[in-house]
């Protein structure tokens, strides 16, 4: 590869950072790519630094020493984060999506790329400094919204089962009972978590927390500990959950079928009664 | 926001193009984010595109006139590329990955980002000329791959399910029989899924082929045509797949329990008999 100048070095060194979210990329990552002395790669670095903080988006970590290199975390500005959540909001408060039940039709912002990741970003940015090792949903709309928080952080993902499968090898499995009181199953492989992990519970919607409940459950019975619990939409009520400390992005207010009327607001402006 | 100097421009024109593969970005966009005029945003956009052409990488599409911008998707260098897959397959070649029935344990690869991300842009580069605008794949283990390939292409996902759920709609929903001759169902919410799409469908493994074709069938019976298969592994035997044309991205050529040994290659370097 033909060396490169300062402005292809600063468009490309921002795609690696883009590309590799979390990973710790050492110096020599860059000089060898670029064939660059590692004080021309500082430089861009810091140069890459400043373009971010002054966009007030995205974390770049530089870490000094023999063993040192960056890590970046694509997250959200306050204004990418709030516009985000609203436009979720106005999509979401459309009568159109109310489902028989009252439940209300998300499936197709959460599987959009477009979306999830931008959700995914934002939930990511909630839990890093607590300092999760691994991202843990359960089948089946959980995983899109997982995925892109563990893309955002540079994690592993891993998918509980709601019945054992060859294709995952031996597993752990518990028992619970749902807020409709209906006995559910949840596997998770062996090989999938490792003791001591601490692990970051995500899912698309919480109502009374059942579900959210087990996977924390499942964390402790596979000796790892819990770095936190995410959602992407909580219910109002019940205002208490089966889980004490979770963090939802949004909040389903209320949900009228007959009266064809669903609101939802982003959790911290959640209507005081 | 204070305006910005070139090499922060560059650094986030770069940081907004990864953040949105596939979206048709106006200059407006940029212009108005960065305060600069059309004609210096152009210049930054040709730079950028100067530093994606040095690397191989990427792809910049400048569309003029008035409802014009530029679309940029991550596609993967051939190195990249190349690199990729063989590391997978050395991954993949570990006899601590075989499982009873000679089943090959790869759900930690294909649900961590890092590799989904690099599994889905390669699959991405294989399929963007057939011009597909929706992915459509099957719970549970095909979801990671297919978000990912959604992702890269800036395309919604639908995912079908194995029975039908009201959070999903109304649906169409269709029976067939898997290689090991058990009767499976297939449903797809009619909200998800636009008659006259064209649509990619992306499965993390295919052995007879039953899935694809189910697959390939329910999309014909929502109105929408197929503009691809694409699976992450497929194995080497049976040879002849129920579905005519799938791209591969990797063969598993053997497994044998008692032996040991896994052999998996990449789909172009397949043994020849």
Redesign the interface.
């Known amino acids: 590869?033909?060396r490169?100048n300062?402005?292809?070095?600063?468009?490309?060194?921002?795609?690696l950072l883009?590309?590799?979210p979390g990973?710790l990329l050492p110096l020599s990552f860059f000089t060898e790519r670029f064939g660059a002395a590692k004080s021309t790669i500082s430089e861009d670095l810091a140069?890459?630094k400043?373009?971010?903080e002054?966009?007030g988006?995205?974390r770049l970590r530089t870490h000094a020493g023999a063993a040192g290199g960056v890590q970046y975390w694509?997250l959200p500005s306050r204004e990418e984060e709030h516009a985000t959540l609203e436009e979720l909001c106005r999509l979401l408060n459309d009568p159109g999506r109310i489902?028989?039940?009252g439940?209300v039709?998300m499936?197709?912002l959460i599987?959009?790329?477009?979306w999830?990741?931008r959700i995914g970003a934002i939930m990511a940015a909630r839990f890093i400094d607590a300092e999760p090792d691994v991202v843990l949903t359960v089948?089946?709309?959980g995983?899109?919204l997982a995925?892109?928080v563990?893309?955002a952080l540079?994690?592993?993902?891993?998918?509980a089962?709601r019945e054992g499968r060859?294709?995952?090898?031996p597993s752990v499995t518990l028992h619970y009972i749902s807020g409709s009181r209906r006995i559910h199953t949840m596997t998770v492989?062996l090989?999938?978590l490792q003791r001591g992990s601490r692990v970051l519970v995500v899912d698309d919607f919480m109502k009374a927390g059942a579900t959210a409940r087990a996977m924390v459950d499942v964390v402790g019975e596979m000796g790892c500990s819990v770095a936190g619990v995410g959602v992407f939409v909580a219910t109002a009520v019940p205002e208490k959950k089966q889980v004490e400390r979770y963090v939802s992005l949004l909040t389903l207010e209320q949900v009228d079928e007959v009266a064809r009327t669903v609101r939802v607001v982003p959790a911290d402006r959640m209507t005081k009664e």
């Open positions: 590869m033909d490169m300062r402005s292809q070095r600063l468009v490309l060194i921002m795609k883009s590309e590799r990973e140069l890459v400043e373009a971010l002054a966009d988006s995205g694509p489902l028989p039940g439940f039709y499936t197709d599987t959009h790329p477009h999830s990741a089948e089946t709309k995983i899109p995925l892109m563990a893309r540079g994690l592993p993902m891993v998918v089962r060859v294709t995952e090898g492989g090989r999938a």
